[in-house]
């Protein structure tokens, strides 16, 4: 499989998963990531792949106190 930086069309529906894996682990509930900030994640080099893209969702999911 190739690499995420090489398929950045993954991006919103990874990030579509994870919010909804870490919203129901922090019993949160954020309701998506925004246009904008899947332009800029599209746009990231992803160096440490899928894994990096999860550990970001989880963090910023974890900290939010808004939907």
Same mark, same amino acid.
């Given at each position: 499989?190739?690499?995420?930086?090489?398929?950045?069309?993954?991006?919103?529906?990874?990030?579509?998963?994870?919010?909804? !894996?870490?919203?129901?682990?922090?019993?949160?509930?954020?309701?998506?990531? &925004? #246009?904008?900030?899947?332009?800029?994640?599209?746009?990231?080099?992803?160096?440490?792949?899928? !894994?990096?893209?999860?550990?970001?969702?989880?963090?910023?999911?974890?900290? &939010? #106190?808004?939907?």
């Amino acid at each position: 499989m190739p690499p995420l930086r090489e398929r950045p069309e993954d991006i919103p529906d990874l990030c579509r998963q994870f919010v909804e !894996r870490y919203n129901g682990r922090f019993k949160k509930a954020v309701e998506g990531v &925004s #246009d904008s900030a899947i332009k800029l994640l599209s746009s990231h080099w992803w160096p440490d792949n899928i !894994r990096e893209l999860e550990n970001l969702i989880e963090r910023l999911i974890a900290f &939010s #106190d808004k939907p």
